[in-house]
């Protein structure tokens, strides 16, 4: 009787330490809800919730590229060559008028100017990279940006609510399938697609294709 005990014991060790190994593993290159320290302590709750500053704006490069860009600091002083300090209500539960003043002041030595002197005396700023997929995955912003006409929020989250800025998504493989799975093509206005969408809508029978319908679940489209 104790050797039966024993060896059930033994067993669902076995089998919950296997089944935490698998868990382990996949979660393995998954990064969703990192938020790394940035040396500039950037609020997207303020300027894309407060001040409603288009993402695009700033991230210019998403409209036209495979990447969203990190901007120029030449953008930031597109603003802030203007604005030294915050309002007296710009106070948040995270941080104090205090706070982003000094963080703006950071911005301006890094840019090269001291008050209203621009000294020529630049630094780079050392961002954390947040998003990372492997190099063997292949994504492209303007083809969902500019082509699909995806929010930015879809991929990335309520960025308007985030004081610090996160990985929102998963990120996985089947995290994009289940998306391309779901989401119709956008037409209007998409006259690269026309033909290849009546031809297709015809054979599935169908008046509006999928991504994936499309071939956006082939191997070769995200893998190269």
């Avoid at 209203?116 to 083809?143: C, E, M």
């Avoid at 940006?145 to 990985?167: F, L, M, N, R, S």
């Avoid at 399938?177 to 290849?196: L, P, Q, S, W």
């Amino acid at each position: 009787a104790n050797s039966a005990v024993k060896t059930g014991i033994l067993v669902l060790a076995l089998l919950l330490g296997g089944k935490a190994t698998i868990d382990a593993a996949y979660g393995v290159g998954i990064h969703q809800g990192y938020a790394p320290e940035q040396p500039i302590k950037f609020s997207h709750k303020l300027h894309a919730g407060e001040l409603e500053i288009d993402c695009k704006y700033c991230h210019s490069a998403a409209r036209v590229s495979k990447n969203a860009g990190i901007p120029s600091l030449n953008v930031c002083m597109n603003c802030h060559k203007n604005i030294s300090e915050v309002s007296d209500t710009t106070a948040t539960p995270e941080h104090s008028k205090a706070f982003y003043d000094g963080e703006i002041k950071k911005l301006y030595a890094a840019v090269g100017w001291d008050g209203s002197k621009y000294t020529g005396k630049t630094s780079p700023v050392k961002w954390v990279r947040i998003h990372n997929l492997p190099d063997f995955a292949y994504f492209n912003h303007s083809q969902h940006v500019t082509v699909a006409g995806i929010e930015c929020q879809k991929c990335h989250g309520p960025v308007q609510e985030y004081e610090i800025q996160k990985q929102f998504a998963p990120l996985t493989m089947g995290w994009c399938i289940k998306c391309h799975r779901e989401t119709d093509v956008k037409m209007e206005g998409n006259a690269y697609y026309t033909k290849i969408h009546e031809e297709l809508s015809k054979r599935y029978g169908v008046d509006k294709l999928t991504a994936a319908q499309m071939g956006g679940t082939e191997c070769g489209k995200c893998h190269y």
